[in-house]
């Protein structure tokens, strides 16, 4: 089993900036690929950016450009730097974990979620 915390969610102005981070337990997770989905009131939950086992990135392209995956495996953390917020990323963000090494850019791809946290961008 591998638990799932997330934290650094919060309110900003557009155009600010937030990092989210993603802290595992449990079974290690450094060989595992993990990924970022959010989910809007009334919305599917999304893919927003993963990372492979290796350290390979892949963003949807709505972020693009803006946010950044990256993990620090001494500290068995995930971030999501996430920059030019918009009112469009208004969501619950949710941090998740795939026992295989290849990322999926769909949910059920994944076999650990964190309990998500909000992140609201005002206009």
């Known amino acids: 089993q591998v638990q799932l915390v997330e934290s650094g969610g919060g309110l900003v102005q557009a155009g600010g900036s937030l990092r989210l981070s993603c802290a595992a337990s449990?079974?290690?997770?450094?060989?595992?690929?993990m990924g970022w989905f959010r989910q809007a009131p009334g919305k599917e939950r999304e893919f927003v950016a993963a990372?492979?086992?290796?350290?390979?990135?892949f963003y949807a392209d709505s972020v693009k450009g803006r946010f950044t995956i990256s993990r620090d495996n001494a500290k068995d953390t995930v971030y999501l730097q996430m920059n030019t917020l918009k009112p469009e990323d208004t969501a619950v963000y949710y941090c998740?974990?795939?026992?295989?090494?290849?990322?999926?850019?769909?949910?059920?791809?994944?076999?650990?979620w964190g309990q998500g946290t909000q992140v609201t961008v005002s206009s």
């Open positions: 449990g079974r290690t997770s450094r060989n595992f690929a």
């Open positions: 998740s974990a795939r026992s295989s090494g290849g990322v999926a850019n769909y949910p059920s791809g994944y076999n650990y």
């Open positions: 990372l492979t086992w290796s350290g390979a990135p």
